[in-house]
């Protein structure tokens, strides 16, 4: 059964850095292309990075770019997500999604982690 | 980056009745068009890829039609686990960009 679990979410000041961290199971982690997702309270989606199986390819949405960092570790089946500057509207639970295999739809969500920037 | 346009916004429809939510791009998406279903407090769950295919596991009364800019997806009899919001999401051309979501109530 494919699995992913997010954790690293919390309560962080505007200016401040949070790690994200989703762990994989269930599957062959180290080919496939993993994203962030999030989804500001009561509001809808919205696609945040991209990392191919092999992590050299990576894509940022605009609002995120320079600010944070996407990275994985396949040995550990592990997706991070490093956010510095952390701004208000970074508030938002942040999914770990799999795009399905040379597909780019999100066949597999993690339950999401929680991120509150606020002072 | 292409936008997503879902209509209506919140749709009213009553048990065992037909569903039908609409999805416009705002150019050719081709069938690369992707629906999902999210319930209060869970992740979202892929319905339909293709446009028209159903994911593993999503029973027949979800069907999804469309190319190019307009898709519907259509819910034959509805079901008391099928309120809830769903999204579209294209991806045909970076990024991939979501719809903002047909929320899904008892009538």
């Known amino acids: 059964e494919v699995q992913l679990v997010e954790s690293g979410g919390g309560l962080v000041q505007p200016g401040g850095s949070l790690r994200l961290s989703c762990a994989a199971s269930?599957?062959?982690?180290?080919?496939?292309?993993m994203n962030w997702v999030r989804q500001a309270p009561g509001k809808g989606l919205e696609w945040v990075s991209y990392?191919?199986?092999?992590?050299?390819?990576?894509y940022y949405a605009d609002s995120v770019k320079g600010r944070f960092t996407i990275s994985r570790d396949n040995a550990k089946n592990s997706l991070f997500l490093q956010m510095n500057s952390l701004r208000d509207e970074d508030t938002a639970v942040y999914y770990c999604?799999?795009?399905?295999?040379?597909?780019?739809?999100?066949?597999?969500w993690g339950q999401g982690t929680l991120v509150t920037v606020s002072s | 980056e292409i936008v997503m346009t879902q209509s209506p916004a919140t749709l009213s429809v009553s048990p065992g009745e037909r569903a039908t939510l609409s999805c416009r791009a705002s150019?050719?998406?081709?069938?690369?068009l992707a629906w999902y279903q999210q319930k209060p407090g869970q992740a979202p769950r892929l319905l339909i890829y293709?446009?028209?295919t159903r994911a593993t596991g999503i029973p027949a009364r979800f069907s999804g039609s469309g190319s190019g800019t307009e898709f519907t997806l259509t819910i034959s009899s509805l079901q008391s686990e099928d309120f809830a919001v769903y999204y579209c999401?294209?991806?045909?051309?970076?990024?991939?960009?979501f719809g903002q979501g047909t929320k899904l109530e008892i009538k």
């Open positions: 999604a799999r795009f399905a295999g040379d597909y780019y739809y999100f066949d597999y």
């Open positions: 269930g599957f062959t982690f180290s080919i496939y292309k």
């Open positions: 990392i191919s199986s092999g992590g050299t390819g990576i």
């Open positions: 150019q050719s998406v081709s069938s690369s």
């Open positions: 293709g446009a028209s």
């Open positions: 999401q294209q991806y045909n051309n970076w990024p991939y960009t």
